[in-house]
């Protein structure tokens, strides 16, 4: 998945992250769940006497591994899809964790696990440990899978406390160490997280300026190139109608000669401000693709219609002029618009060298003109 696939709403985000972490520590857990059963049970003192318990178990936790297994995360990236899985699969947890706990207190009572007891009770401390370092995300159901993994196996050693006094008295310390570990991992995963958030923020904040003309505030040359590739590649794909409109100011050198550099930039503004009222649907991209020259990339617009603003947007221009700093100043602009024609234009390059020709004959046909691309 790229960056601007990923979801954009922080919260969403969380979850997505969350179910990828989540994805990506499961898978492994599940395995040694089964295979501490297995221990447990073979080196048991009479593993064949308890055959049916013993492969019961283990065609239990060996479902559960496969249930993590397929558990696959959602196509979607909708944050109650997202949320639906990690509920789901927090189930799947939950349910591991209480049998696992289980069984580690039938081991604690049974004479029969008496060689394997130990084995059953270090597999408790390492889930435990596991569960507090790797499921961190969501700290009260981390606290409670954990109590699952642990309280029925305490239960019993508090009914034989006589003589199970001193590992009681140390899987309770220990449990009470693994609930502020797990509070301090809790911590360090949001601070993650959020750092991770604000660095993506601020790639998209600069990949944003880095497209951005800072003057017009318009897309600039290199948004342009990808935006107009991208276009040009879905209609031919697609089909559909992709219009071109460019527009270069005429005799621009003039305005700044005579009125300086400072009026000009205003100019070029206040140009992209009247594209604005004139280009307004959503779906225009406005450019400026360097100096004086502009561009408008329209979706779903036939020739006519792309044809009908831009002449628009030249007349209003040529009889108005454009308001600097309370003063009419005359402006004119040529222009080219064309469509895309997928007889005529083999590439995205081609397209746009037809309008660019277009445009390059109003300029020689005496300017403050507008001039459709390949009627000739
Ligand atoms: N103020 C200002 N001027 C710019 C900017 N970018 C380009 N220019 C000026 O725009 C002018 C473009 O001049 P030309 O390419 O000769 O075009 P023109 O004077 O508009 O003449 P025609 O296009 O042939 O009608 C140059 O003087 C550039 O210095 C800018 O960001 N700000």
Redesign the pocket.
């Known amino acids: 998945m790229t960056d601007s696939e990923l979801p954009s709403q922080p919260h969403t985000f969380a979850l997505w992250r969350e179910v990828q972490d989540t994805r990506v520590r499961t898978r492994l857990g599940g395995i040694y769940y089964l295979l501490a059963w297995l221990l447990t049970w073979l080196f048991s003192s009479a593993p064949l006497d308890m055959l049916g318990s013993g492969l019961l178990g283990s065609a239990f936790f060996a479902l559960m591994l496969a249930l993590r297994l397929v558990h696959q995360p959602p196509a979607q990236t909708s944050s109650a899809c997202l949320q639906l899985w990690i509920d789901r699969h927090w189930y799947l947890i939950y349910i591991t964790s209480l049998s696992w706990g289980l069984a580690h207190a039938w081991a604690l009572q049974d004479v029969q696990f008496e060689p394997s007891r130990l084995i059953a009770t270090l597999s408790t401390i390492a889930f435990s440990t596991a569960m507090a370092f790797n499921f961190s995300m969501r700290k009260e159901r981390c606290m409670s899978a954990i109590l699952l993994l642990y309280l029925p196996g305490l239960a019993v050693l508090m009914m034989q406390r006589e003589e199970q006094q001193a590992l009681l008295v140390t899987l309770a310390f220990y449990l009470s160490y693994l609930l502020l570990a797990l509070s301090r991992s809790h911590r360090e995963y949001r601070n993650t997280l959020t750092m991770e958030q604000q660095l993506i923020e601020q790639r998209e904040r600069y990949d944003l300026l880095s497209r951005t003309d800072s ?1 017009t505030q318009l897309g600039n040359r290199l948004q342009f190139n990808g935006l107009f590739t991208a276009l040009v590649a879905n209609v031919q794909r697609h089909g559909g109608q992709l219009s071109l409109v460019l527009l ?7 305005i ?1 000669d005579e009125y300086g ?1 400072s009026t ?2 205003q100019c ?1 503004h206040a140009f992209a401000e009247r594209m604005r009222v004139v280009f307004r649907r959503d779906s225009d991209a406005l450019l400026r693709l360097g ?2 020259e502009f561009g408008v990339l329209m979706m779903d617009t036939p020739l006519e219609q792309a044809r009908e603003l831009a002449e628009e947007f030249r007349g209003n221009l040529a009889s108005q002029g454009l308001e600097i700093q309370g003063q009419a100043l005359p402006m004119t602009t ?1 222009i080219g618009v064309g469509s895309f024609d997928a007889r005529r234009d083999g590439n995205a390059e081609a397209f746009f060298k037809r309008v660019d020709d277009a445009l390059y004959l109003a ?1 020689a046909e005496g ?1 403050d003109r507008l001039v459709l691309a390949g009627l000739d």
């Open positions: 003057l270069d100011i005429d005799f621009f050198k003039r700044n550099h000009g930039d070029l100096g004086e040529s300029k300017r």
